[in-house]
């Protein structure tokens, strides 16, 4: 009697794919025909070469975030499914002023670019960790793991400091935008993300699997917008705007900190970008370094989207005074 | 269509990644070389989640057939999973652009939107050159070696290289290629100045050429006097656009 109600449903199951199968490739072949036809007419009047760079950039940017996106939602959905509660809450120090600082350097070990960081923080705020020490992971992640500072070592050679001036620059934002959370900043800021999501009955690698869906696919709308923001500024700010600024290293280093914050350039190849700005002084460089992993139009997207609005800009706007101050110290200290 | 909102996007994404990294070389025009093998291994992973979702979709709604009245909670948290976040939506913008019209790699527009300039690096020497009649050299190569390189390994030299035509004005016009370090929101342009007989009628912007000839010196070295560096053509030979229409680091 069982089985055979297993079989009837499953038949029911197969039959119900076909249809849906069938009608929706019916419709999908509908819909491509008259895009196909209709579509050249439009595109060639609008397809003007400033619009077709538009478009390559906008998928570029998309198109190399989602396997970071993707790895930093596997990883905060395996944080959210099958880590118990309490390991996170052990690990670290109860005192908020020493975790930051752990959880800072804790960073070096996710090798991505700032996509894959949104995510991961966002679980471990879930999993009890103190928003202070996430966010200090958060920032720091993708600006010091071996990936990036090997990336900078390649692009300066024969520039250690370049590498030893980043990291330090870097982890000390990451440190002092945690402790200032720890210190100023107020829950009613953070939307935390629902945390009831995996509170029912399903458990494991079912929860896995809807965590891992609904992450990447809320974080991924998010990308999208920010590789729309990246794309349009990439396309309309000139880049002879730069040599206007070249002349004074105050407004310069205040220019290429700007320019991060635009450019939405990914941490691994930032340090390409900022060793083709010639005439630029090594601080204003190193400030390109520091502020682009932290600060820019695709990560506030996606800020926005796990954290709420409120709070994506007023730590974004914070993390790149602290950004820029520290780069300009070390800077100073080191270059 | 709300039930199957996440499966449909997630095949849609998924669908878009594998056709240009394992369906053929088009993610060579908006990310590097590098990326592919996780390019494939998510698009691969985003259409199982996909069947997944679909999947769920499918027995949710037979589950709830069966039971119409008494689930109605669960109902309502199985909807949190399955029509995934509005925002999503968004994605289907770059899916269906890869999916029907991929667009094109970055040309002459980009190049010349940025000018075209080389790391400051100082003067120094530079690794010899691999023996051979003609050398095959990339543009940023052969630009860094000729504003930069005191030991002038170019000199007395054939080389060929392959990039788009760009004009300047008065009828110059220049070999480029943009160097793409992560993906194409990096591109930075190298170019090179033809010279020389062959060079007398101008191909159009944006064809693709093999330029075959020597070094031509100018200006100070590391200076802005040697840039952009020349090359003397003896032949100029248009070419398909490579499959991967950017240079490497």
Known sequence: MQNERTVVDGLRLAVRAMVYAVLGGAALTAIATVVSVLGPMLAIDLYTPPVAAWWTVFTAVAVQGVPFLLLGTVVSAAIGAFVPEQV??????????????????????????????????????????????????????????????????????????????????????????????????????????????????????????????????HAGGFLVLGAAAAATFNIAVPRSILDIFTGSSWLSLLLLALLAVVLCVCSEADAFVAASLSGFSPAAKLAFMVVGPMVDLKLIALQAGTFGRSFALRFSSTTWLVAVASSTLVGWWLL | MRRYGSAVLLLLTGGAVLRISLFGDLYLRYVQAALRPYLVVSGSLLILLGVAAAVRGMSHRDHQEAQAQEHEEEEEEGHSHSHGPRIAWLLTLPALALLLFPPPALGSYSASREQARLAAQGVGTFPP????????????????????????????????????????????????????????????????????????DAPQTDTWVAVTGTWLPKGKLGTDGAWPPLLDATTVTQVKQPADPYEKR
């Not at chain 1, 982890?171 to 829950?187: C, D, P, Q, S, Y």
């Not at chain 2, 630009?143 to 930069?148: D, I, M």
């Not at chain 2, 194409?184 to 170019?191: G, I, M, N, V």
């Open chain 1, 88 to 217: 996170f809450t052990r690990l670290l120090p109860r005192n908020q002023a020493l975790a930051v600082p752990i959880a800072g350097a804790a960073g070096v070990v996710l090798p991505g670019c700032e996509c894959a960081s949104v995510p991961v923080a966002s679980s471990l705020m879930r999993r009890g960790v103190a928003p202070a020490a996430a966010l200090a992971f958060l920032l720091s992640a993708p600006a010091i793991n071996p990936v990036v500072l090997v990336a900078t070592s390649i692009a300066f050679p024969g520039q250690p400091k370049m590498v030893l001036g980043r990291l330090v620059a870097s982890l000390a934002t990451a440190v002092v935008m945690g402790w200032l959370w720890a210190r100023f900043g107020r829950e009613e800021w953070l939307r935390l993300p629902k945390g009831t999501r995996t509170t029912h009955s399903t458990a494991g690698v079912q929860a896995f699997v809807a965590g891992l869906q609904h992450d990447f696919l």
């Open chain 2, 129 to 200: 050159l691999p023996a051979g009649k003609v050398l095959d050299i990339s543009v940023a190569q052969y630009s860094s070696r000729a504003v930069y390189d005191t030991g002038h390994s170019l000199k007395g030299r054939t080389v060929r290289m392959t990039g788009f035509v760009t004009h300047g004005s008065n009828g110059t016009w220049y070999v480029t290629r943009l160097v793409v370090t992560c993906c194409a929101a990096d591109a930075t342009t190298s170019k090179v100045e033809i010279r020389g007989t062959e060079a007398d």
